[in-house]
């Protein structure tokens, strides 16, 4: 069993930056590769990025291709999501999750998820 704690969202205007922490439960950590997904109002939930095992190989949505870095620390079980040049679309609550298998996407089986955290970015 592994829990997931989202934190970092907050309010920020156009062309900041934000990051989002999650915190994983358990000693397994390594064994999960990790991903965040996003969900904004009124849309189905999209995935943002993903990262291998041990983060040495990440894979991005375009959307956010070249502005957001996912990242890990396995000793502080715990992956990162940097958030820069953020637009108005960003906005929406953003959620980690973990798979024992490292998707290039967000079509495969996600086996943990965290509750989330909003992230609003005014213009």
């Known amino acids: 069993q592994v829990q997931l704690v989202e934190s970092g969202g907050g309010l920020v205007q156009a062309g900041g930056s934000l990051r989002l922490s999650c915190a994983a439960s358990g000693r397994t950590f390594s064994s999960y590769a990790m991903a965040w997904f996003r969900q904004a109002p009124g849309k189905e939930r999209a995935f943002v990025a993903a990262?291998?095992?041990?983060?040495?190989?990440?894979y991005y949505a375009d959307s956010v291709k070249g502005r957001f870095t996912i990242s890990r620390d396995n000793a502080k079980n715990t992956v990162f999501l940097q958030m820069n040049s953020l637009k108005p679309e960003d906005t929406a609550v953003y959620y980690c999750a973990a798979a024992r298998t490292y998707y290039l996407g967000g079509d495969g089986k996600y086996d943990y998820w965290g509750q989330g955290t909003q992230v609003t970015v005014s213009s």
């Open positions: 990262i291998s095992w041990s983060g040495s190989s990440t």
